[in-house]
T-cell receptor, first 114, second 115 residues
Framework: GENVEQHPSTLSVQEGDSAVIKCTYS??????FPWYKQELGKGPQLIID?????GEKKDQRIAVTLNKTAKHFSLHITETQPEDSAVYFC?????????????FGGGTRLMVKP | EAEVAQSPRYKITEKSQAVAFWCDPI?????LYWYRQILGQGPELLVQ????????DSQLPKDRFSAERLKGVDSTLKIQPAELGDSAMYLC?????????????FGPGTRLTVT
């Protein structure tokens, strides 16, 4: 089955700096890669996603890049703010007719210091 | 903005007792998922429904866990008997379509503590 590795497990940055989180996946058939933000005591919130026919996607301060050949994708957050502090999860899915089960990475705890 | 609803938000139960969680997906979402998230880890799929039918329950410990979505809308996940290792966050998610690549939206989860 699919295996998703996520690094780093913790990341501390100064407010205003950029943060980068990286994930690798094992199944070349995976074609959908969402990123979730999870705050303490809450469910994961979808913040951005990318499909395999696109190499990069941007939404304001958040961007995601995908390298299908290398089977890795990354989340970039620019101009970080204290409210960006949370646990971020990457995931991968094959999106076939049986549904699009997500396989998650282990998570990255991002701390933005004011 | 429509959200996935879950209840209860927190549940404390003793080992060997039965416990049940409820999920109401976003209106019109045909696909519903139950995930389990152990503290410090990513969510792992337990069961997936398409309307009232189970699509994937390969990771559901069927000796003690059961899930149903009788009318293809809300869903219940049950554990009987609960074990200490079942302590985790139980997350429900829904998706608007039955196939292809579509976003999954998560509810707030039920935090289960087994004592």
């Amino acid at each position: 089955g699919e295996n998703v590795e996520q690094h780093p497990s913790t990341l501390s940055v100064q407010e205003g700096d950029s943060a980068v989180i990286k994930c690798t996946y094992s199944d070349s058939a995976s074609n959908y890669f969402p990123w979730y933000k999870q705050e303490l005591g809450k469910g994961p919130q979808l913040i951005i996603d990318i499909r395999s026919n696109v190499g990069e996607k941007k939404d304001q301060r958040i961007a995601v890049t995908l390298n299908k050949t290398a089977k890795h994708f990354s989340l970039h957050i620019t101009e970080t703010q204290p409210e960006d502090s949370a646990v971020y999860f990457c995931a991968a899915s094959k999106g076939n007719n049986a549904g699009n089960m997500l396989t998650f990475g282990g998570g990255t705890r991002l701390m933005v210091k004011p | 903005e429509a959200e996935v609803a879950q209840s209860p938000r927190y549940k404390i139960t003793e080992k060997s007792q039965a416990v049940a969680f409820w999920c109401d997906p976003i209106s019109g979402h045909a696909t519903l998922y139950w995930y389990r998230q152990i503290l410090g880890q990513g969510p792992e799929l337990l069961v997936q429904f398409q309307d009232e039918s189970v699509v994937d329950d390969s990771q559901l410990p069927k000796d003690r866990f059961s899930a149903e979505r009788l009318k293809g809308v809300d869903s219940t996940l049950k554990i009987q008997p609960a074990e200490l290792g079942d302590s985790a966050m139980y997350l429900c998610a829904s998706s608007p379509r039955t196939s292809g690549i579509y976003e999954q939206y998560f509810g707030p989860g039920t935090r289960l503590t087994v004592t």
